[in-house]
């Protein structure tokens, strides 16, 4: 299993991003995205079902943040609009054997290695 991600780049707060993560090997129940800003935990940031059908966000990122994904390419996007510099960090995103979305890191089973999202002030 490889999960592939990318889109990170550095915007001016306000602006918008559209990560990828491309995932090859299976399918899997659930995807989430986290992040990661320097010297602090990693984070929840959304996670959807392999149906798509479920989401799941963080209230950092409600109504900011949107998680899709295109079962035919078996890609989980984020497309982040009205970016803060707050939400500047490296984001990674995961896979779920089973189960259905969660904020638990540790309910998932492969991580990608991560793209950073830098915001300007």
């Known amino acids: 299993v490889q999960l592939q991600a990318s889109g990170g780049g550095l915007v001016q707060a306000g602006g918008s991003l559209r990560l990828s993560c491309a995932i090859s090997?299976?399918?899997?129940?659930?995807y989430g995205w986290f992040r990661q800003a320097p010297g602090k935990e990693r984070e929840f940031v959304a996670a959807?079902?392999?149906?798509?059908?479920?989401?799941y966000y963080a209230d950092s990122v409600k109504g900011r943040f949107t998680i899709s994904r295109d079962s035919a390419k078996n890609t989980v996007y984020l497309q982040m609009n009205s970016l803060k510099p707050e939400d500047t960090a490296v984001y990674y995103c995961?896979?779920?054997?089973?189960?259905?979305?969660?904020?638990?890191?540790?309910?998932?089973?492969?991580w990608g290695q991560g793209t950073q999202v830098t915001v300007s002030s």
């Open positions: 090997g299976r399918t899997f129940s659930s």
């Open positions: 959807i079902s392999w149906s798509g059908g479920s989401t």
């Open positions: 995961a896979v779920r054997l089973r189960g259905d979305t969660t904020d638990r890191a540790s309910a998932y089973s492969y």
